[in-house]
């Protein structure tokens, strides 16, 4: 079982919708991310917390907007998307010491209508 | 910047046998990291191996090895006695010192054959 755990696994929404996806983890890390991955391609980073604070953004259009509640919880809301979003949405988390490896979840499938 | 380059889209390999899947990288940084994920095809993306650019020993977790060569700016990623669940899409990935970013390769398919 991924110690990264994200809700829901799969999503359909219209383009009016808003709806949200929730990443937990709870193994004391203290960085969390968003990847975006679409068919084929490699992961792309969104975002990334350190310490419950927003550290990068990479350019990431409004209609995406992360929260990260505690050092456990990492939110993505999601409002007026496009249909070129549908993607799966990677949500990772990291100790940031030593090797910093990213621990990931398995991941939230969005279709956007 | 950092850039990682997989140069083999797919890759197969008879199962029990083994194979190297390439990845070389660029950066002006002098402290690294560099990590090899497996993502079968549920999507999660797994841990398998991990690099240090100061890290004098080629690293090995199991099956797996990390084959460092510095100068080349290489790390490929050589599987032992391949088995039949190693079929997925494997991805090479760069981190600079310091920064939080984590750079994929385009990623390399691989399919083991019974």
């Known amino acids: 079982d991924t110690e990264v755990t994200q809700t829901p696994k799969h999503l359909v929404m219209g383009m009016t919708n808003k709806k949200s996806l929730k990443c937990e983890q709870h193994?004391?890390?203290?960085?969390m991310y968003w990847y975006k991955q679409k068919a084929k391609k490699p992961p792309e980073l969104m975002f990334v917390y350190s310490y419950e604070k927003l550290s990068i953004n990479e350019s990431v259009p409004s209609r995406f907007s992360p929260e990260c509640p505690n050092s456990s919880l990492l939110n993505l809301h999601l409002h007026a998307l496009q249909p070129e979003d549908s993607a799966l949405y990677l949500c990772?988390?990291?100790?940031?010491?030593?090797?910093?490896?990213?621990?990931f979840g398995a991941g939230s499938r969005l279709t956007v209508l | 910047a950092q850039k990682i380059t997989q140069t083999q889209p797919g890759m197969f390999v008879q199962e029990k046998e083994a194979v190297t899947l390439d990845c070389t990288y660029d950066?002006?940084?002098?402290?690294?990291?560099l990590f090899w994920y497996k993502q079968p095809s549920s999507g999660e993306m797994i841990f398998l191996i991990y690099q240090g650019s100061y890290d004098q020993q080629n690293a090995t977790e199991g099956r797996y090895s990390l084959n460092f060569q510095k100068a080349r700016k290489s790390a490929n990623l050589v599987i032992s006695a391949s088995q039949l669940g190693d079929s997925a899409m494997y991805f090479c990935a760069m981190r600079g010192g310091g920064s939080e970013k984590l750079v994929f390769g385009k990623g390399t398919k691989l399919t083991v054959n019974p």
């Open positions: 193994m004391g890390h203290r960085a």
């Open positions: 950066t002006s940084d002098p402290s690294y990291g």
């Open positions: 990772a988390s990291s100790h940031r010491d030593g090797a910093n490896v990213l621990t």
